[in-house]
């Protein structure tokens, strides 16, 4: 019995001991040792150099930005990669940069500029490598910038830019070991249209470079027009079978066409290249349809449609090889073929206007191969498929006749928006082929791109004045944000040593009242407050996470609404339609309440718009607040008033209680204690120093920034009233060339379309044509066999009138 009391003893006293643990942590002794340790810690941090913060990662350095740049540019988002790659020109002209790095990012940001068709500015990155091409690091490029040059000057028709190029040629040395100089050299000269010098250039590529595909490629071309030059054309077949027929003696067989020869074993040299790139390989697709359409145009079909075999299905040119192959086919007399090949077409580039010439040639073939149905079915698919782009096309067309405002609606946001309908995006390709020899489309794209690079400059620069205008600007410098976050852990731990001594008084503390009881229940009030305050930097990334996942929940809810909006948005669409088509269905309606429909539906959709507009500026006011979030924010200005309130409570309850005021223990503990909290107050008072002298270098360093924000956004202006001036010269000239051209398109889908009428009535016509000839026949058969019984019962008549 005596042990199991002894058991409930020890079982209560550690009872007792977890309550009073759980109340109060730290003895006082152990409180004291422990704030000590903490504020010798703070004092030995505060004499070195703050360490690297495992928050802050160090900016790329320009390499390691052109090769990012470089991989965007391979992965073809041309945007991002003029973004990286201009940051290192920016480097280069602060000094922050090395020289290769410029060089090589000014050639790949001339290459994304003509991957996006920006020849311009193109043109004055690779000018620039040109002009220092004697030099290393630039060396190495020139001869790639010269043959973009000259591809820049053929493309713009700028005759000016291939004189610029031949006065650069003499500087430069004749070939490199890449070959580039040698082929750019014979690219110009071919240009200049002369062949002879252009074919020795070719030669002086050297075997197995970069370059001898397309080298190879170009002496074929160059053999072609020294043959159309230098022989006429033989006599076609038809002509050469009139004069056979109009002799007395047949003329022989017209002799085969050889014009060619040279260039066709050249252009199988180039298939027999081996290709390692993606660019070689199309070089080498291009080799083998020049192949056949010199076969073709020789009437060897059959080596044409061998040629043409080779062109793989993941060929750029794949679309434009079937379509070509199909006509060979028709050559040949072999429909069904031409039929499988245009069939082919229809499925791989469903948007080539080229389709509805194919679509209608496989649908003549049906019908002259006597496939009636399918023919027709094809016909009216291509008039389904057209006839709403050719409406869509006029309604655009009539919605103005000012060239002025027509330009307006084409440099829109969009690009191609009406003042109802949105103009399809295929029609724009279509407008764009048809003005292949005018610059039309090139201005308005330049036009659209400069106005949105505008907006979002704009965009930009109000999120930056954002950031440099609150209390969180620091955040833009990365270098003073990591000694102000230095600074305020330190001032937090400082801030938690002070907490903890508290946790001592309070093991000590006796039943003191008046002001001391007052005093002391705020200060245990606050005391838990002070226990999130970041001393690490997971503290800090932990509180930055909580910020953000604030303004990612609105931007959440933002989101729905915005998904909602496009389900209205798609209902109203629906509801157009449902108008529109009403009759197609037999749906009848007077016309007061398809009028009061119509009149409901717009006064949504101008709701809808206002509705969308609001979005988008509740997203902009998002991306503002997200970015103002963080570091130096109102939670942090919360826990300096906290450490600050904690500090005047703290000190002014150990004053208090050490002036007798509470038990002995307490007073010789609140004696013992206040030399530390003097420690604690000046190191505070040197952290809060070094702090404001941080700040406030990062507001001088935020308000020199700002004055070149303002700047940038004056010059920004500027540009924008240039980019006004030079639009109000150019709407005039250039809606009327591009009007022209949707007019052009416009007539094409309506020929598109009429010929697909006159495809079902001639369906029509050989269906009735040949129920005729059916009915004809089975006329004639019927007669014949009437004749057949008529003879045969005669003969019997006839016997029977002789038997008697």
């Not at 002894?6 to 003895?27: K, T």
């Not at 009030?525 to 990612?552: C, E």
């Not at 940038?712 to 500027?718: K, W």
Request: glycine share 6%.
């Amino acid at each position: 019995m005596r042990r199991l009391g002894d058991v409930g003893a020890l079982a209560a006293f550690g009872i007792a001991c977890s309550i009073s643990g759980s109340a109060f942590a730290l003895s006082s002794g152990e409180a004291q040792g422990r704030a000590t340790v903490a504020v010798q810690a703070v004092e030995s941090s505060m004499t070195s150099a703050p360490p690297d913060s495992k928050l802050f990662t160090k900016p790329p350095t320009p390499a390691e930005r052109v090769a990012a740049g470089d991989m965007l540019l391979r992965n073809k988002d041309y945007d991002r990669a003029i973004e990286a790659l201009s940051k290192v020109l920016e480097l280069y002209r602060q000094g922050k940069a090395p020289e290769p790095a410029y060089a090589d990012a000014s050639l790949l940001l001339g290459e994304a500029y003509m991957s996006t068709k920006q020849y311009l500015s193109a043109r004055r990155h690779y000018r620039e490598i040109l002009d220092n091409g004697a030099r290393s690091p630039y060396d190495g490029y020139a001869g790639k910038a010269l043959s973009r040059l000259v591809d820049i000057a053929l493309r713009t028709d700028d005759l000016a830019g291939l004189d610029y190029v031949f006065e650069r040629l003499p500087r430069l040395p004749t070939t490199d070991r890449t070959g580039s100089l040698a082929y750019a050299r014979a690219k110009a000269l071919y240009a200049k249209k002369d062949y002879a010098a252009s074919r020795a250039a070719v030669n002086a590529v050297p075997a197995g470079s970069p370059y001898t595909a397309q080298a190879q490629y170009l002496l074929g071309v160059v053999l072609l027009k020294e043959a159309l030059a230098a022989t006429p054309a033989a006599p076609p077949a038809a002509a050469a079978a009139a004069t056979a027929g109009s002799g007395a003696q047949p003329a022989p067989a017209p002799a085969p066409d050889t014009r060619f020869t040279q260039s066709i074993e050249q252009f199988r040299k180039v298939t027999r290249i081996p290709a390692t790139t993606s660019e070689q390989e199309h070089v080498v697709d291009l080799a083998w349809m020049a192949i056949g359409r010199l076969f073709y145009e020789t009437n060897n079909y059959l080596d044409s449609v061998e040629a043409y075999s080779h062109v793989g299905r993941n060929s750029p040119e794949f679309s434009t090889t079937l379509y070509e192959l199909a006509w060979v086919f028709v050559r040949l007399g072999d429909f069904s073929r031409a039929q499988r090949a245009l069939e082919v077409l229809t499925i791989t580039d469903p948007n080539n206007l080229e389709l509805a010439d194919g679509s209608l040639l496989r649908a003549d073939l049906m019908l002259r191969s006597g496939d009636f149905q399918n023919a027709l079915n094809l016909y009216r698919n291509v008039r389904e498929h057209f006839d709403p782009i050719r409406k869509s096309v006029d309604d655009f067309l009539a919605s103005t006749s000012d060239p002025a405002v027509y330009y307006d609606k084409l440099t829109a946001d969009e690009a191609a928006m009406a003042t109802e309908t949105k103009l399809p995006k295929v029609v724009l390709e279509w407008a764009r082929e048809q003005a292949e020899d005018q610059h039309v489309f090139g201005m308005i794209d330049d036009v659209t791109r400069s106005r949105d690079l505008v907006k979002r400059s704009r965009k930009l620069a109000v999120k930056l004045d954002a950031v440099l205008s609150v209390p969180t600007r620091a955040k833009a410098f990365p270098e003073l944000r990591t000694g102000i976050q230095y600074s305020m852990s330190l001032m937090n731990k400082l801030a938690k040593a002070r907490v903890t001594l508290a946790e001592g008084m309070d093991d000590v503390a006796g039943d003191g009242g008046g002001e001391l009881s007052r005093i002391r229940g705020e200060r245990r009030a606050l005391q838990k407050r002070l226990g999130w305050l970041p001393v690490t930097d997971g503290d800090f990334l932990r509180r930055d996470d909580s910020g953000d996942r604030q303004w990612n929940k609105v931007s959440q809810v933002l989101q729905s609404l915005t998904v909602e909006a496009d389900k209205l948005a798609a209902i109203v669409n629906g509801l157009k339609r449902v108008l529109k088509e009403a009759d197609q269905y037999g749906v009848t309606s007077d016309p007061t309440s398809r009028e009061r429909f119509k009149l409901e539906i717009e006064a949504n959709e101008r709701d809808l718009a206002t509705y969308n507009k609001r979005i988008e500026e509740y997203r902009d006011a998002i991306d503002n607040g997200r970015a103002q979030i963080g570091f130096g924010d109102q939670r942090y200005v919360d826990d300096d008033e906290a450490r600050k309130k904690f500090r005047e409570l703290f000190t002014r309850e150990v004053a208090l209680v050490a002036s007798g005021q509470d038990s002995g223990d307490a007073v010789n503990y609140a004696k013992g204690i206040q030399s530390l909290l003097g420690r604690v107050d000046i190191n505070e008072q040197r952290l809060e120093a070094t702090r404001s002298k941080l700040e406030k270098q990062a507001l001088e360093q935020a308000q020199a920034l700002r004055a070149k924000i303002a700047g940038e956004v004056s010059a920004l202006e500027t540009y924008a009233q240039n980019l006004d001036s030079l639009d109000q010269q150019a709407r005039l000239l250039v809606g009327e060339i591009a009007m022209k051209n949707f007019a052009l398109v416009r007539d094409r889908v309506k020929n598109i379309v009429l010929r697909a009428d006159v495809g079902i009535v001639q369906q029509a016509w050989e269906v009735r044509e040949e129920q005729r000839l059916r009915v004809r026949n089975l006329q004639r058969e019927r007669a014949r066999e009437e004749q057949n019984l008529n003879d045969e019962l005669r003969e019997v008549l006839d016997d029977a009138e002789e038997a008697p």
